[in-house]
């Protein structure tokens, strides 16, 4: 079945690069996304990447993404407190636009340490 | 340029009773979806709405239902409710073809009681 699967925690020391990791079932046609979660409020879009893109860089992000292993990494560098969230790895696994929705992951907890 | 709006933040209902939950998406988005988020089963998507038709329905039960309107505002309304549905509902707008990714709402938190 369709499936996402993250790593529930994170525990990184602030300064460090955090990578977050995602696998994913069904890679045909895949839109991708990384979705950040903080307490009490809504998910706010990090970045998106197509599965006709390997990787792709905005600012401290980098996504980088295998589609022989149907595997997603989200890369922070220079990790903040501010950093501190859930982040959720979603992708839409094949569905067309027709029929668009998102398969969401568990979240990542990420954890930052002084 | 105004967030996606949700209304109410918080509401607490008694089973078997009824809610109806509104969301206001960016103006110039036509596209507005629903999720329920809980800690047992995480996000789900619940339907999405573009000029004013169910364009998309995920696997929820009957009691779920939702509306948009011709100025793109959307309701959701649960019938009969049941402890199951207390959860966070989330409602995300976007462009009309949504692969740039949604906009998300801060939720409407609902405990049934």
């Known amino acids: 079945g369709e499936d996402v699967e993250q790593s529930l925690f994170l525990s990184v020391r602030e300064g460090d690069s955090s990578v977050i990791n995602c696998t994913y079932t069904?890679?045909?046609?895949?839109?991708l996304y990384w979705y950040k979660q903080e307490p009490g409020a809504g998910l706010q879009l990090l970045t998106y990447i197509f599965s006709n893109m390997d990787m792709k860089q905005d600012q401290r992000l980098t996504v980088l993404l295998n589609k022989k292993d149907k595997h997603l990494s989200l890369r922070i560098a220079d990790t903040q407190t501010g950093d501190s969230a859930i982040y959720f790895c979603a992708g839409t696994l094949g569905r067309s636009l027709e029929n668009y929705q998102l398969i969401w992951g568990a979240g990542t907890k990420l954890i930052i340490k002084p | 340029k105004a967030g996606v709006t949700q209304t109410p933040r918080y509401l607490i209902k008694t089973r078997g009773q009824q809610v109806t939950l509104s969301c206001s998406p960016i103006?110039?988005?036509?596209?507005v979806s629903w999720y329920q988020q809980t800690p047992g089963q995480g996000l789900q998507f619940l339907f999405e709405?573009?000029?004013?038709?169910?364009?998309n329905k995920g696997n929820f039960p009957g009691r779920f239902s939702g509306r948009q309107f011709s100025n793109s505002r959307s309701e959701m309304n649960v019938s009969t409710l049941e402890l199951g549905d207390s959860a966070l509902y989330l409602c995300?707008?976007?462009?009309?073809?949504?692969?740039?990714?949604?906009?998300f709402g801060s939720g409407t938190r609902l405990t049934v009681v």
């Open positions: 995300a707008s976007s462009l009309e073809d949504r692969v740039y990714g949604y906009t």
């Open positions: 103006s110039g988005h036509r596209s």
């Open positions: 069904d890679s045909s046609s895949t839109y």
């Open positions: 709405y573009f000029s004013e038709t169910q364009r």
